[in-house]
């Protein structure tokens, strides 16, 4: 992977811990994940990993879904390849609306608003996995 497509996948990384936080989750980057292997984002009882691409079929299904809620309700997608399990695709949003809000102000201080360094590329969001369980 070029630097191009680890510096877009981070930013997409800092971008949903960022969400997170701002709904008072403990969210965290796991930063030894290059190195160990594991998810890009540790949250509670979910592993999170990110994808950002240019474009991949599940946006056509979503919109189907998009249109067939008509703004009523939330389009959700379960898709299976052969051989694998089901998963289920739905919008950011609708899945931080459906786990709710949390202690938001103490969030904040445990992991501060994501601001850029402009020397080492890190953010307020850049922690690893054993920091956040410190912080627990």
């Not at 965290?28 to 079929?57: M, V, W």
């Amino acid at each position: 992977m070029g630097k191009m497509q680890r510096n877009k996948g981070a930013t997409y990384e800092r971008e949903i811990v960022h969400a997170l936080v701002e709904r008072g989750y403990l969210a965290a980057r796991n930063l030894t994940q290059t190195r160990e292997g594991g998810a890009d984002i540790i949250l509670q009882d979910f592993i999170i990993e990110c994808k950002r691409r240019a474009s991949i079929a599940i946006y056509d299904w979503l919109d189907q879904a998009t249109l067939a809620a008509k703004g009523r309700k939330r389009p959700l997608v379960v898709a299976r390849g052969d051989r694998r399990e089901s998963v289920v695709i739905l919008r950011l949003e609708d899945f931080l609306d459906l786990v709710g809000e949390r202690d938001v102000e103490n969030a904040k201080v445990l992991f501060p608003p994501v601001v850029e360094d402009d020397k080492t590329g890190t953010t307020g969001a850049d922690h690893s996995a054993s920091e956040t369980k410190a912080n627990s």
